[in-house]
């Protein structure tokens, strides 16, 4: 028997603030106060600054002297980095999955897919952007190395609350459901070639709509 230790203030407080940016309920460059969410969450400002510098690691908090910390913001060249970063390591993955596990990568895939779309005629947009990071976590769950998983899992944060900021912009979440649809599909098929040209346009679209919401 397996007794789970309960989580320490420190991992509590992390869980609360990671989901909050994530959800984007603490909005890009917002100031964030120890004094005051140690007041919120009744808790000492010990967990707040230790949870505040596990989140900076994570890119989902800056941090400056004299200054304090705040919910990161992204310029251009950032959310460039994060998009070949991201096209990169999540095209390995999915390579990888196609060789080692093709059955359980479709199938996990066509599991969420079914989920998205109950979410999308719901109109849940937050289950929607959840089911949309788990969709992303599937290739890494299949693709057998551990290096990959854990160079995604440092920036999953960061990626998925850039998703919710996208989900604002017009027509962005369908166009988005419909390459979700096109990559199950690619990788049901087994064909590669196929998958890597959808998570191409999948993933530069978030590039050219961040930085046309950024002009505007």
């Not at 140690?38 to 994570?58: H, M």
């Amino acid at each position: 028997m397996v007794i789970e230790r309960p989580k320490s203030l420190r991992d509590l407080v992390l869980e609360n603030l990671r989901e909050r940016i994530v959800s984007g309920r603490l909005a890009m460059g917002q100031s964030l106060s120890e004094r005051s969410i140690a007041d919120e969450l009744q808790v000492s400002k010990t967990p707040v600054r230790e949870a505040l510098a596990q989140l900076r690691e994570e890119g989902l908090v800056q941090i400056e002297p004299q200054k304090g910390a705040k919910v990161f913001t992204l310029t251009e060249d950032e959310v460039e980095q994060i998009c070949d970063f991201r096209m990169t390591i999540e095209f390995a993955a999915f390579e990888l999955a196609l060789m080692l596990d093709p059955d359980g990568l479709a199938s996990d895939m066509a599991n969420v897919v079914s989920d998205m779309t109950s979410a999308m005629d719901a109109g849940e947009v937050h289950a929607y952007l959840d089911l949309d990071t788990a969709f992303h976590q599937i290739a890494f769950k299949h693709c057998g190395n551990e290096y990959l998983s854990a160079s995604y899992e440092r920036y999953e944060g960061k990626i998925a609350a850039l998703r919710t900021h996208m989900a604002a912009l017009p027509e962005h979440t369908q166009l988005s459901f419909k390459e979700h649809i096109e990559l199950q599909k690619a990788c049901e098929d087994k064909n590669l070639n196929a998958l890597k040209s959808i998570l191409e346009e999948h993933i530069a679209r978030t590039r050219d709509s961040y930085v046309q919401a950024t002009s505007e």
